[in-house]
């Protein structure tokens, strides 16, 4: 198995430990502050992204090119994407299933402060134009049901995947142009 592969694996059961042992320790309002997960999810993506392409090309002997480093790294966050991304939807199901019906309470509360409202209630309708023809019920339900479909698990992971990759090559290209203009700037350490 590649360095840079057994990297990202290592950094996903890392991020792991540190989500399962916030879901343990922390109780009460502050489980739902999500703050400190997603803080630690983007550092541990970058640190897997870093660490596996600096002993990728530590362990190097020929010279390569961005090109060639950029895919190397993604090769480290993309084990990490996956792994975490699919342990988020177990979480979210299995583990904690809490979290989202906490988080659909907190937005119906939300929904019906604006609908007893009559100024926010024109803002939506302003808003929306399928609104301007509904009832308060009407758009109740209707933004209800949107609420349900992206508090579901699925939907979870498949934002968190989209974001978590888009998020891995960006960080690739500038780890990458990091390590190539600062880090690595001679000949492979191997090559004579």
Do not use: C
Not at 19 to 45: C, D, H, Q, W
Not at 71 to 86: H, R, T
Not at 121 to 136: G, I
């Amino acid at each position: 198995m590649r360095v840079t592969v057994k990297v990202g694996l290592l950094f996903a059961a890392l991020w792991i430990g540190v989500k399962m042992v916030y879901y343990s320790t922390v109780t009460g309002a502050a489980r739902y502050e999500l703050t400190l997960p997603i803080l630690s999810n983007i550092l541990f993506l970058l640190l897997a992204i870093s660490i596996g392409l600096y002993l990728h090309k530590r362990k190097e002997t020929e010279e390569s090119n961005a090109l060639s480093d950029i895919k190397n790294a993604l090769s480290a966050g993309v084990p990490y994407i996956v792994v975490v991304s699919v342990f988020m939807y177990f979480y979210y199901s299995k583990i904690d299933p809490e979290f989202n019906r906490h988080q659909r309470a907190e937005t119906a509360m939300q929904l019906e402060k604006m609908l007893n409202n009559p100024d926010d209630l024109e803002k939506m309708r302003e808003s929306n134009s399928e609104f301007e023809v509904m009832s308060v019920d009407e758009i109740r339900e209707s933004i209800i049901s949107n609420q349900e479909a992206m508090y579901s698990p699925q939907a979870v992971t498949t934002i968190s995947l989209l974001g978590l990759l888009l998020l891995a090559t960006f960080n690739s290209i500038f780890v990458t142009i990091v390590f190539r203009k600062l880090v690595f700037r001679g000949p492979p350490p191997g090559r004579k």
